[in-house]
């Protein structure tokens, strides 16, 4: 199994080191930060690329429910607290579990085994496989029962198909059953870039760019209005 990257958010350090003690007992989970409020944690979703989100509520600054709601594009989240009144809540934001504190280790790794299964049910399975001193950079895109493997370097393009995904690489197309907001959080920044609302980039591919228009290799893409300032500025111009 692939690595599962997750982040620890809880203003108690006790409760925190059992989440990640866990997490330690389960290989394919890998903590990549352990922070005590809820703008430590958004520091660090900057940083690291997570896939499950270990939220307590009742957190100083700004709660676990309301941190929520300011996360764009949220990964698999399992609250972890002592309050149950705000289970309701939970759920109402997409929330993949809720563990009442003192919880187990066998509710834990249920609670974990929900999230697997809703990151496998999306579609995309980030991999990064090692060969031999290089390490290559790569997804598992499922289309027609069929997996493929698609190192990130080979796409071009991604554009937004209906409620699914096109991906556009130098050799084809492919086209996962997959909503478009949940591919892109699959792909690696800076190197994808959104340059419209229907449109993500491999900005190493552009050629050129003249007025609302990029162009990936000879493929001309629109640049969106709403998204040009940040795109420039990303480019370094």
């Known amino acids: ?18 989440i990640e003690g866990y997490c330690h007992h389960l ?8 922070c005590a409020d809820a703008l430590e944690a958004k520091a660090a979703m900057q940083q690291h690329a997570v896939d499950i989100l ?3 509520i009742n957190m100083p600054l700004l709660d676990g429910i309301s941190f929520l709601k300011t996360i764009k594009k949220p990964p698999q989240v399992i609250f972890t607290t002592a309050y149950k009144e705000y289970a309701i809540n939970a759920f109402d934001l997409a929330a993949c579990d809720y563990l009442l504190k ?21 579609g995309v399975v980030p991999v ?18 069929k997996i493929f493997r698609i190192p ?22 492919y086209m996962p059953g997959i909503a478009f907001s949940v591919f892109e959080k699959q792909l690696p920044a800076p190197q994808f870039i959104r ?18 228009r990029v162009y990936v290799q000879t493929i001309e893409i629109p ?12 480019l370094g111009i």
């Open 128 to 145: 990064i496989a090692n060969t031999g001193s290089n390490m290559v950079d790569a997804i598992f895109v499922k289309t027609d029962s």
């Open 102 to 122: 003192p919880f187990s280790f066998e509710r834990f790794i249920v609670a974990v085994d929900k999230a697997v299964e809703q990151l496998s049910l999306s």
């Open 54 to 56: 270990f939220l307590d």
């Open 195 to 212: 340059v419209h609302r229907s449109f993500i980039i491999n900005q190493s591919h552009i050629t050129r760019i003249e007025g609302n």
């Open 223 to 234: 640049l969106g209005s709403n998204y040009k300032e940040a795109f420039l500025k990303q």
């Open 152 to 173: 990130y370097n080979h796409i071009l393009y991604a554009e937004a198909s209906g409620n699914y995904s096109k991906i556009v690489t130098a050799a084809g197309s």
């Open 27 to 34: 290989p394919h989970l890998q903590v990549v930060a352990s």
């Open 1 to 18: 199994m692939n690595p599962v990257n997750c982040l620890i958010a809880d203003d108690e350090p006790i409760a925190r080191q059992i």
